[in-house]
């Protein structure tokens, strides 16, 4: 069957027609049968009528088909042609028609006899559930439209809308003529009309036609359902779809980032005076009037339209954001009434004048005046560094009372119009308290009340954990000092200066001490989200966009807004340091501010150490994360990371020579991982986030009690940047020798054998940690770097792997882990071991085991004598291999 065919509708039937009328027919109808039901005199009984299946042509050879109506219990038969069937028009029987071709001849004829036809996914569908066959007036052949009410708009093409309206009806949808309610989904081939703008206002879904065809072929898919989000947005209307954009008053990145957005949106971009433009987007802060007429087609709108647009992820209404002359109402309104014929009267003259002089000054008056820079009237306060334009408290200028200040109070008293120094500074506290309080309240009700709201029109902007991760516990901050805030306006409208400033900071200093950790910890990993989002999603880029454009923003973005915690403690300690160097002595608040700065101290040092316990704790998950069979127990409270190196192993014993290695060293002890030859796939976390794979493999993790000797190789032509560890595992009895060489500049070599010496030191209680270096020759321990880098080499490397590879794979003569385990036992019996010391052996080493039976030296076992007691003796090396 041709999907994309065109599909012969029932003759004598409006498939353009509103199917509610249909449907509410059909409920009239059921409802008269079930009143006369009702009525019927209980003895008389119905006639009861079967329900039987006819399996059409091809439906009879499918066995699912078969084993499907056997579930539901319905008596089927097979035709091939409908004249076989002679009693099809029984009234014994319900008949249903399983037709799988729904452009066959034999379902066009069954169409105009008027009869129930369905396709194998209904019969499918209802095995699956357990339910009835449906009763459906119009041949339904899968039920992925089921309950779904569908509204067209845009369609000229007679043909092309009764092709779509056919395919809803075959997969169960319903039509309505008209937009209510109860539409579900928009089918859009315009972005303009009456219904396209309610239902952007109305939050429904507007997808393209091609929606509609795609699910059809998907229409044997018995768990397909066309509402699926994942799905439907593949095909949904994009916001500038039809739109032909141009951009005014923008700088070169702005506008470079708003034509790419544009394209992404589904829309073009042309330059300013095309006559194809449809839409003007005005940047009105910069742009006074158009250096152009715009035609009459032309929608000339401000950047919170095409900001707005992608936000909502439809297509916003022009009406409200229209460009207009930055004239206020007031001013135009002034000079529409001095347009107006008037007669020639002079009170009416002159109340017109004293109204235009009355509106000028009130147009000229800003509430938010321009404040000079912080920095020119503070510059030794971090404190006032907090201060924004456009708020309330800035419009005070320096050395006047606030307004807040003068209220008239019962304890009041008139205050002299000369200040103390310590009012003025007092004065600063309360005004970048405020201030600070201000742009709190600005980021939770501009930016997170509106992301968290439910029922955002295009769903969810962000999700849960990532507003919760940026905004973190900015709510409780300010739940704090707007009670600060109270206090301070309090003292200062009762002003005396016997007043305690440090008793208000004492008072709260525990609740600071709850709330301002866990958002400085996580203040990176927030402004990392939002990089992330604002790159990865436009709809949160656009959010940022409109909220940060106005005037409560201060043009200042979310990132710096939220950076105020972090510099809020420090500043008010700088503020109280200045207080109190204006505080007499004999003022008993000179003593109190001194335990409130100690407190700010004290909860700064707590943040400070609680971020850095967090980094360690972020490292380690870090490590535990890249390194894949990382032993669970590497976490632990006193355990932190110090130093991770990258190098080469220059030996066989932990890998193979030529390797790449990774050194973690830790506080105890040190963590040893080669490169994965083959990196498997990305974790995904239940909430979304992808992690990287894991890029290396664990080999060992060594206590550094274990490590005996550290050597630092000298430096040849032949041997550069090599060291080597002289260690001794608890099951060996000989020392092994692990060589490497470095391959980063930083740290250097010695810098790097001062630190491992330093920690192993410290974890054997030496005081002597340069006693662990021993310098040796390259020869000494038949360590070189020279073929390290060459192609010889890695080819080599990589013979070597395969030949492993191969053996292991058509090996047939494999020891059982039980035999291999009872040898080992018995082989250290005769050596006087322990059994359970054997045993230990087996499981702790994972390299001596086969060594031990072979019953010859392995190159990793090392015989290192006494010479090494003296710097100047040589080490020697066991060159003897396992066969």
């Known amino acids: 069957m041709a999907d994309n065919s065109t599909l012969v509708s029932e003759t004598g039937r409006s498939l353009l027609a509103d199917s509610s009328v249909l449907d509410s027919k059909i409920i009239e109808t059921s409802k008269e049968n079930v009143f ?85 996914p209904v019969v499918l569908h209802c095995a699956q559930k357990g339910e009835a066959l449906p009763f459906s007036c119009r041949p339904l052949y899968c039920a992925s439209m089921l309950n779904l009410v569908l509204c067209f708009t845009g369609f000229r093409k007679k043909d092309e809308l009764v092709k779509l309206v056919t395919l809803v009806h075959h997969m169960g949808g319903i039509i309505r003529r008209d937009f209510s309610s109860k539409v579900t989904h928009l089918v859009a081939n315009s972005t303009h009309g009456d219904k396209f703008r309610i239902a952007v206002s109305l939050g429904i879904p507007i997808v393209k036609a091609e929606w509609i065809y795609k699910a059809w072929e998907k229409r044997n898919e018995i768990d397909f359902c066309a509402a699926d989000d994942d799905f439907r947005n593949q095909f949904k209307v994009p916001p500038f779809q039809d739109c032909m954009l141009s951009f005014l008053g923008f700088s070169d990145d702005e506008k470079a980032n708003m034509e790419e957005m544009t394209e992404m949106q589904g829309g073009h971009y042309l330059p300013v005076g095309d006559e194809r433009c449809t839409h003007l987007v005005v940047e009105e802060s910069t742009v006074k009037d158009l250096p152009f007429e715009p035609l009459k087609k032309l929608y000339v709108v401000k950047q919170e339209w095409f900001w707005g647009s992608i936000q909502m ?18 001013f135009k309104k002034s000079v529409s009434l001095l347009s107006l014929s008037t007669p020639n009267s002079n009170r009416k003259r002159r109340r017109l004048k004293e109204t235009l002089a009355q509106l000028t000054r009130e147009t000229d008056m800003s509430p938010f005046p321009p404040r000079k820079r912080p920095s020119a009237e503070h510059s030794l306060s971090l404190g006032s560094l907090l201060d924004i334009s456009n708020t309330p408290e800035s419009s005070t200028a320096n050395g006047e009372t606030p307004k807040s200040c003068t209220r008239p109070s019962k304890n009041s008293t008139p205050l002299p119009l000369k200040q103390s120094a310590r009012w003025q500074v007092a004065k600063e506290l309360y005004q970048t308290e405020s201030n600070y309080v201000d742009i709190l309240t600005t980021i939770i009700q501009l930016f997170q009340v509106p992301l968290e709201k439910e029922g955002q029109l295009g769903g969810p902007i962000l999700a849960q954990e990532e507003i919760k991760t940026i905004f973190g516990s900015i ?65 949160f880029h656009a959010f940022l966009k409109i909220n940060q454009a106005k005037p409560e923003c201060g043009r200042q973005s979310l990132a710096e807004l939220l950076i105020r915690p972090v510099q809020r403690l420090p500043s008010v300690a ?59 127990n590497l976490l632990s409270s006193h355990r932190s990371l110090v130093q991770r190196l990258e190098t080469v192993a220059l030996g066989d014993d932990l890998c193979d020579r030529g390797e790449q290695v990774t050194l973690f060293l830790f506080n105890d002890c040190l963590e040893i991982a080669r490169k994965r ?105 038949e360590v070189n770097t020279k073929d390290m880098d060459s192609t010889l080499s890695r080819a080599s ?41 054997a045993t230990e052996g087996y499981i702790g080493s994972r390299m001596s085991s086969t060594s031990s039976l072979a019953g010859v030296p392995s190159p990793s076992l090392v015989s290192l004598p006494s010479i090494f007691e003296r710097r100047s003796h040589t080490l020697s090396r066991s060159t003897t291999h396992l066969i």
């Open 313 to 330: 992820d439809a297509r916003a209404g022009e009406s409200m954001y229209l460009f207009e002359k930055s004239e206020s109402p007031d």
């Open 797 to 837: 490397r990589a013979i070597k792997k395969t030949s492993k590879k191969v053996t292991r794979a058509f090996s047939f003569s494999k020891t059982p882990k039980r035999a291999l385990r009872r040898a080992l036992m018995s082989h250290s019996a005769t050596e006087g071991r322990s059994p359970s010391s």
């Open 475 to 539: 709510p409780d901050i300010l739940d704090v000092h707007t009670k600060i805030k109270e206090d301070l306006e309090d003292l200062m409208i009762n002003w005396t200066e016997s007043k305690s400033i440090g008793d208000i900071i004492l008072k709260y200093s525990k609740d600071l001490l709850k709330t301002y950790p866990p958002f400085v910890n996580f203040f990176e990993m927030s402004k990392e989200t939002i990089t992330r989002c604002e790159k990865q999603k436009p709809r």
């Open 574 to 632: 700088l503020l109280l340091n200045d207080i109190k160097k204006h505080t007499a002595e004999e003022n008993p608040d000179k003593v109190t501010l001194e335990r409130a700065i100690e407190s700010l101290k004290e909860v700064m040092t707590h943040i400070n150490e609680d971020k850095r316990k967090t980094e360690a704790q972020r490292q380690f998950f870090d490590v535990v994360y890249e390194v894949d069979g990382c032993p669970a």
């Open 677 to 781: 030859h083959k990196v498997i796939g990305a974790f995904k976390s239940p909430h979304g986030h992808t992690r990287p794979p894991a890029s290396l493999k664990h080999v060992v993790l060594m206590p550094l009690s274990q490590i005996k000797k550290v050597l630092d190789i000298r430096e040849t032509e032949d041997c550069q940047k090599a060291f080597a560890l002289v260690v001794r595992p608890p099951t060996e009895l000989n020392n092994k020798l692990l060589s490497f060489q470095m391959t980063t500049e930083d740290p250097c070599k010695e810098d790097w054998l001062k630190m491992l010496c330093r920690h192993v030191a410290n974890t054997i209680c030496k005081a002597d940690a340069e006693n662990l270096i021993y310098v040796a020759d390259p020869d000494s321990v």
């Open 36 to 120: 006369r039901a009702a009525v019927l005199d209980v003895d008389e009984e119905m006639p009861q009528i079967e329900t039987r299946v006819v399996l059409v042509q091809e439906a009879g050879k499918r066995e699912e088909l078969l084993k499907a109506l056997e579930e539901i219990k319905v008596p089927y038969i097979k035709t091939d042609t409908i004249e076989e069937l002679g009693d099809a028009d029984s009234p014994e029987f319900e008949t249903i028609f399983v037709v799988s071709d729904f452009q066959a001849p034999i379902f066009t004829n069954l169409c105009k006899a008027d009869c129930r036809v369905i396709g194998p």
